[in-house]
């Protein structure tokens, strides 16, 4: 699909709003290319166009997200580009979906412990369910894997292994964050 890369509205006086982290706009692009370039307005159309609520509902019920709040679910710029009122954990964010053919499995960061013996101390399982379709999750794999490739992750890319995730940072660069996947493992690492 084609989205339109241009100002959301003028805040008058403050410019435009949403910006990007490179100047100028592309004008009519691809939803793919806005995932890869980053085009911070691209996001906030598609919000826009999905709907907030919808947005809310989606992450809390389908992709385990807790931290979010009611407000998060009333204000465009929180669900668009991640502005949430308390945050989300890195846990959240792990994007299993996508590599698991659209089925969300309860992250976690070990599966069992066992004691010299082979005997199991803990058992860490987990609940799975379907999230998504799976050509979703194998567009949005593919896109993701195109940010590393090409994109803003590039700094993750390395020979020899299909790499997907995607880059995010806040106002004045005081957080960033990276969430990605190998076919093995997903995680998220944030610094600020």
């Not at 809310?56 to 669900?79: A, H, I, P, R």
Request: with cysteine.
């Amino acid at each position: 699909s084609a989205i339109d890369d241009y100002p959301v509205r003028d805040l008058s006086g403050y410019g435009a709003w949403p910006k990007n982290s490179h100047s100028g706009f592309y004008g009519l692009t691809t939803v793919w290319t806005a995932l890869v370039e980053s085009l911070n307005t691209c996001a906030v159309r598609t919000n826009l166009m999905y709907g907030t609520y919808n947005s809310y509902k989606f992450m809390t019920e389908k992709l385990g997200f807790t931290t979010l709040t009611e407000t998060d679910s009333q204000q465009v710029g929180n669900m668009a580009l991640g502005g949430f009122e308390n945050g989300v954990t890195t846990l959240e964010m792990a994007y299993s979906a996508f590599v698991n053919d659209g089925i969300y499995t309860t992250p976690r960061t070990y599966s069992r412990v066992e004691d010299s013996k082979g005997n199991v101390i803990i058992d860490n399982n987990t609940e799975s369910h379907v999230a998504m379709k799976k050509t979703t999750a194998y567009l949005m794999r593919s896109i993701l894997q195109d940010v590393v490739r090409r994109g803003s992750g590039g700094g993750a890319y390395f020979s020899g292994m299909s790499i997907g995730g995607k880059t995010g940072t806040t106002d004045d660069a005081r957080d960033r964050y990276f969430a990605g996947f190998t076919p093995y493992y997903c995680a998220a690492a944030w610094s600020g």
